[in-house]
């Protein structure tokens, strides 16, 4: 059974800084991973998409990595915002028909300080 | 606008009560799923479908029932509330295929669901 894990929990840093979120997994028959966004109380925002195949997509400031063999994949933020505050998810999605099948870890919780 | 659209946003239910969770795509997706929220868990699959005509359990399937008749709607039903059943409820559609853009998971924006 696939297992993801985020690290940290939550996160705190002053406006402007770097910043790096972790994600792992224990099955590396992966067919793609997907970092979300959510903000309190809302739906999910899909930040970028990384496919089995590849090794790291980008978006603006957002630079997102994967290692396959290590199980391992990393959010970097560049110069964070407040508005960056929320919670990032990262999700595996499964090989063949269960593409559609997300395993989620529990996020980190970004809190970008002025 | 194109996307996942769920309703209704908040129900309240009360134990053994029974009612459907509405999901709608405009995207042409296959695939489409049902996901639960709770505090400290994480999301968590409930039942997933890869196509008209097609569903599967996944991870916490008890208590619930799907269909999907058409490639746009996958309703979610909740045969007897229980207050366990307390969540939010997320849908998805994604597409795997040729073509830019074409792949990927949308999310409606949730139903807020309280079982008393």
Redesign the interface.
């Known amino acids: 059974k696939q297992e993801v894990t985020q690290i940290p929990a939550a996160l705190s840093v002053p406006e402007g800084e770097n910043l790096v979120l972790n994600c792992s997994f224990t099955d590396s028959a992966i067919?793609?991973l997907?970092w979300?966004r959510q903000d309190p109380g809302?739906?999910?925002?899909?930040l970028l998409?990384i496919?089995s195949s590849q090794r790291e997509q980008t978006s603006g400031r957002l630079n997102a990595s994967l290692d396959k063999s290590s199980g391992r994949s990393t959010l970097y933020i560049a110069a964070s915002q407040p508005g960056d505050s929320a919670t990032y998810?990262c999700?595996v999605?499964g090989l063949g028909?269960t593409?559609?099948?997300?395993?989620?870890?529990?996020?980190t919780r970004l809190q970008v300080t002025l | 606008n194109a996307g996942v659209t769920q309703t209704p946003k908040f129900q309240v239910l009360k134990t053994g009560q029974s009612m459907t969770l509405q999901c709608a795509q405009d995207m042409n997706h296959e695939y489409m799923s049902w996901y639960r929220q709770d505090p400290g868990m994480g999301l968590r699959l409930i039942h997933y479908s890869v196509g008209a005509g097609i569903t599967d359990q996944g991870e916490v399937p008890n208590g619930y029932n799907v269909s999907r008749s058409t490639t746009e709607d996958f309703p979610l039903r909740l045969l007897s509330a229980a207050p366990s059943q307390t969540s939010v409820y997320f849908c998805a559609s994604s597409y795997f295929g040729p073509g830019q853009g074409a792949h990927g998971y949308t999310f409606g924006s949730g139903t807020r669901l309280t079982v008393v």
């Open positions: 067919y793609n997907q979300f809302k739906g999910l925002t899909s998409l496919q998810l999700a999605g028909g593409a559609s099948k997300l395993t989620f870890g529990t996020g």
